[in-house]
């Protein structure tokens, strides 16, 4: 089973909104990530958790937070996003860093 | 720093023709993976092969198959026997042993289209 959900798969939030996208595996993995995909661009980094604790922040804005509450979950809050924030959000998760990246289909943000 | 090039932006193929898609990467470590991903219209990344940088075997799965070259720093994707079901847009991705996964760099991906 490689299998990673995320909820929601669609989300429209206002600037001043505050929402959480959420991300959930079940393989053991102790590594897991958040991407941020644009239209026709390839997916950028955004957060590294491995063994539930962040390893990297690949300097991104406040507005968004993550949390790991425990070794399946994983947690994207936002809070005073941009319209520019609207994008794909995709999760990964692997069983190390550097080990291959299973991938969850993403939720398509629309700030407004 | 390290980096992968896909050259080809988008191609179009008609159902049933050979199609092979480049990839270049540049690193300075002796150990790193290589990947290969397809992401269709729906979204979701999808995993289809890794080789590390120890392992030059070219390797076949179906009508996919891989052929990495070290000496042109090159890991080049073909589809065999196209079908309208492989239009996506396919990603290489380069991972370095040292940088505890902070160096996983995605190409800039190409847009196969299959045409009936």
């Known amino acids: 089973d490689t299998e990673v959900t995320q909820t929601p798969k669609h989300l429209v939030m206002g600037m001043t909104n505050k929402k959480s996208l959420k991300c959930e595996q079940h393989?053991?993995?102790?590594?897991m990530y958040w991407y941020k995909q644009k239209a026709k661009k390839p997916p950028e980094l955004m957060f590294v958790y491995s063994y539930e604790k962040l390893s990297i922040n690949e300097s991104v804005p406040s507005r968004f937070s993550p949390e790991c509450p425990n070794s399946s979950l994983l947690n994207l809050h936002l809070h005073a996003l941009q319209p520019e924030d609207s994008a794909l959000y995709l999760c990964?998760?692997?069983?190390?860093?550097?080990?291959?990246?299973?991938f969850g289909p993403g939720t398509r943000l629309l700030v407004l | 720093a390290q980096k992968v090039t896909q050259a080809q932006t988008e191609i179009s193929v008609v159902e049933k023709e050979d199609v092979t898609l480049d990839c270049v990467y540049e690193?300075?470590?002796?150990?790193?993976?290589l990947f290969w991903y397809k992401q269709p219209p729906s979204g979701e990344l999808v995993f289809l092969i890794r080789?590390?940088?120890?392992?030059?075997q070219n390797e076949i799965s179906g009508r996919y198959s891989w052929n990495f070259q070290k000496s042109t720093s090159s890991f080049n994707f073909t589809i065999t026997a196209s079908q309208v079901v492989d239009s996506a847009v396919y990603f290489c991705?380069?991972?370095?042993?040292?940088?505890?996964?902070?160096?996983?760099?995605f190409g800039p991906g190409t847009r196969l289209s299959v045409l009936p």
């Open positions: 991705a380069l991972s370095e042993a040292d940088n505890y996964g902070q160096n996983f760099v």
């Open positions: 690193t300075r470590d002796t150990t790193y993976y």
């Open positions: 393989m053991g993995h102790r590594a």
């Open positions: 990964a998760s692997s069983q190390e860093v550097q080990e291959t990246q299973y």
């Open positions: 080789r590390n940088s120890f392992d030059e």
